[in-house]
């Protein structure tokens, strides 16, 4: 017996078609937005440093950008653009204009190219969590996601929050590319382009105050995933370079006590102090220091890039040195030569470490997927692991970026440098090149 159509319902699409914004140039990569924020006209800053936005500005939730056309027209339907997420995992601050602004030119830069030749989605999920608000935010977010059909997700930025992702990722097997210097984070899933490196800060940090004379010195560390690291890391170098922690003290994000801690390291005969931790508690130090008129030699680790944050931040930072990720100003090409496509697209000039981690992140997702056979998160996983001597925007002139299998960190050479916050002003204090104390035997 046969049927008439009227006896059966006809299949559609489950999910809708692609489209266009039919936007794309012959000639140039172009985006849907002018910027990826929602006040692009403004900025803040007024120092090169301070980020490049205002506080509470806010990401747009639709941003795709196309590939130059050179002259071909797709056939058929519209390509669907590769969904690549980005995890917000803290409040960003002054900073959000530069991270957004930094991974879209990251990506019209890498499709003018030629690096890849479909259209590339930026979905943003603003997620925040530890420590200042519950860890299931930022695994929610990061699964959304997920369920979004992005291939890779930049970010997160906090090193609580990726190690609590760090089993998550790897079930979920959406590889992410997180700025956390937590030692513990490498796993299979699991990349960094790293906003520092844990136990290499502690270490830089004991060199330093050594190489200045100290022998007895004060440390904070502060409670958290990396604060016993940081701890832990410092003593070990002390022990081996001969220098004495004479006064040890845990911090919470929010401290108590500073400067009744600082007044008993003063009369303790203390004359250099370490802080290792978040970076929360250091907004309170200049209050303390300047109740005691105490003005000693202080390094931080790279807790002290908040000073780009916010304005507040880097007056709290006055008089410390810290370690930084930007190198000696005009010596790398790669970072000049970005942040001035920067100021000619967003028509503002940032340069701090922000703009050329957030550009850096972005280059490694997309030319991830580049580099994949396919399209889908265990390819692209493997594209990762593809890149080499990628050129770095952060870091001096010999920084680059390079992968491997069960090698998931990606900055290597100068990407870690000293600087000094001092009169408001950010100074270059150098390059950390350690020899082997032998050689001066």
């Keep these: 017996m046969t049927h008439s159509y009227s006896d059966s319902e006809f299949v559609e699409r489950m999910f809708p078609a692609p489209t ?63 969904k690549i997420g980005l995890l917000i995992d803290m409040d960003n601050g002054q900073l959000i204009f530069d991270w957004i602004n930094a991974t879209i030119l990251a990506f019209e830069d890498a499709l003018n190219e030629g690096i ?47 190690l609590s992702l760090q089993e998550l990722v790897n079930r ?28 290499t800060e502690a270490v830089m940090c004991a060199q330093w105050l050594k190489s200045q004379g100290h022998s007895k010195v004060g440390m904070f560390w502060e409670q958290g995933s990396s604060g016993r690291d940081y701890a832990g890391f410092f003593r070990d170098e002390c022990n081996n370079l001969g220098l004495t922690i004479a006064r040890d003290v845990k911090l919470g994000p929010n401290p108590r006590g500073l400067a009744d801690h600082l007044r008993s390291m003063r009369e303790d005969g203390i004359t250099g102090i370490y802080y290792g931790g978040y970076g929360y508690a250091t907004f309170h130090f200049a209050e303390a220091f300047g109740a005691l008129g105490w003005d000693p030699p202080r390094i931080m680790g790279t807790a002290f890039m908040f000073y780009s944050n916010t304005n507040r931040w880097a007056q709290g930072l006055e008089g410390w040195h810290g370690i930084d990720q930007l190198g000696v100003d005009g010596t790398n090409p790669n970072y000049d030569a970005m942040v001035d496509r920067f100021a000619r697209r967003f028509g503002r000039v940032s340069k701090n470490v922000v703009v050329a981690l957030g550009y850096d992140t972005a280059r490694v997702g997309i030319h991830g997927l580049a580099n994949a056979a396919m399209a889908t998160p265990e390819e692209v996983k493997e594209g990762i692991e593809r890149i080499r001597w990628m050129p770095a925007t952060n870091g001096g002139p010999a920084t680059y970026i390079q992968f491997g299998p069960w090698d998931h960190k990606g900055y290597k050479g100068d990407f870690l440098t000293i600087r000094e916050l001092r009169g408001g002003e950010l100074r270059f204090d150098g390059y950390h090149r350690p020899q082997h104390r032998v050689n001066a035997l």
């Design 116 to 162: 890849y030749d479909r259209p590339v989605r930026l979905v943003v999920a603003d997620a925040r969590g530890l420590p200042r608000e519950n860890f299931q935010k930022t695994r929610t977010g990061y699964e959304w996601l997920c369920d979004q059909g992005c291939v890779v997700v930049l970010g997160p930025e906090i090193s609580d929050n990726s």
């Design 20 to 82: 266009d914004h039919g936007i794309a140039e012959p000639d140039r990569a172009v985006s849907n937005v002018r910027s990826g924020t929602d006040s692009p006209d403004a900025g803040a800053a007024t120092k090169w440093y301070e980020g490049g936005g205002r506080i509470g500005e806010k990401a747009l939730a639709d941003i795709v950008v196309y590939p130059p056309t050179r002259g071909l027209q797709t056939q058929g339907d519209p390509f669907e653009p590769a």
């Design 172 to 199: 979920r097997k959406v590889p992410v590319i997180a700025w956390t210097g937590a030692w513990r984070f490498a796993s299979e899933y699991c990349f960094t382009i790293a906003n520092g490196d844990v136990p």
